[in-house]
T-cell receptor, first 109, second 113 residues
């Protein structure tokens, strides 16, 4: 069964607005990673946050992790049309990354 | 090459036929993963190779699915007696031994008629 579950399943916003996606998981993790997927092809790694970290930034991306609630959020600020994609969180236990169903983000020009 | 490559890009086959999917990981990456992604769904873990250790096959959905990897090089995923429900994109990823980030290939889109 899937470990991570993203919410919402789909999100549509106007260009320039901020987009927030959430990920919940069930068991303890070593780290949590966010990936982006365009057009149903390969995933591209965006950012990794370790279990002892609470917040991390990379460019327009901000990730938070709350291990007590077993949840993470990905914030994309000042969204652009090129951010349109599916976003997946992957939770890492011993060796495997387990992915959720993803959030489909659409940025409207 | 610079990234993970997979072949073929697309494969159409008839129900009951066997298919082989190939993954060329990034040189030097000791870990290799196979995932399945059905249309509009998330990634399902299939199998994981780490160096010369025994592979983690816990995600293989049935005994029709098998995978091999020779050392730290190419891997092949074989699906025997394909069924229509096997239609999906099959993604391969590799990573260096001491890093957690996975590098994905473009996937093979399999359609079983």
């Amino acid at each position: 069964s899937q470990q991570g579950e993203e919410d919402p399943q789909a999100l549509s916003i106007q260009e320039g607005e901020n987009a927030t996606m959430n990920c919940s998981y069930k068991t303890s993790i070593n780290n949590l990673q966010w990936y982006r997927q365009n057009s149903g092809r390969g995933l591209v790694h965006l950012i990794l946050i370790r279990s002892n970290e609470r917040e991390k930034h990379s460019g327009r991306l901000r990730v938070t992790l709350d291990t007590s609630k077993k949840s993470s959020s990905l914030l994309i600020t000042a969204s652009r049309a090129a951010d349109t994609a599916s976003y997946f969180c992957g939770t890492q236990g011993a060796q495997k990354l387990v992915f959720g169903q993803g959030t489909r983000l659409t940025i409207n020009p | 090459g610079a990234g993970v490559s997979q072949s073929p890009s697309n494969k159409v086959t008839e129900k009951g036929k066997d298919v082989e999917l190939r993954c060329d990981p990034i040189s030097g990456h000791t870990a290799l993963y196979w995932y399945r992604q059905r249309l509009g769904q998330g990634l399902e873990f299939l199998i994981y190779f780490q160096g010369n250790s025994a592979p983690d096959k816990s995600g293989l959905p049935s005994d029709r699915f098998s995978a091999e990897r020779t050392g730290e090089s190419v891997s092949t995923l074989t699906i025997q007696r394909t069924q229509q429900e096997d239609s999906a994109v099959y993604l391969c990823a590799s990573r260096p031994g001491l890093q957690e980030t996975q590098y994905f290939g473009p996937g093979t889109r399999l359609l079983v008629l």
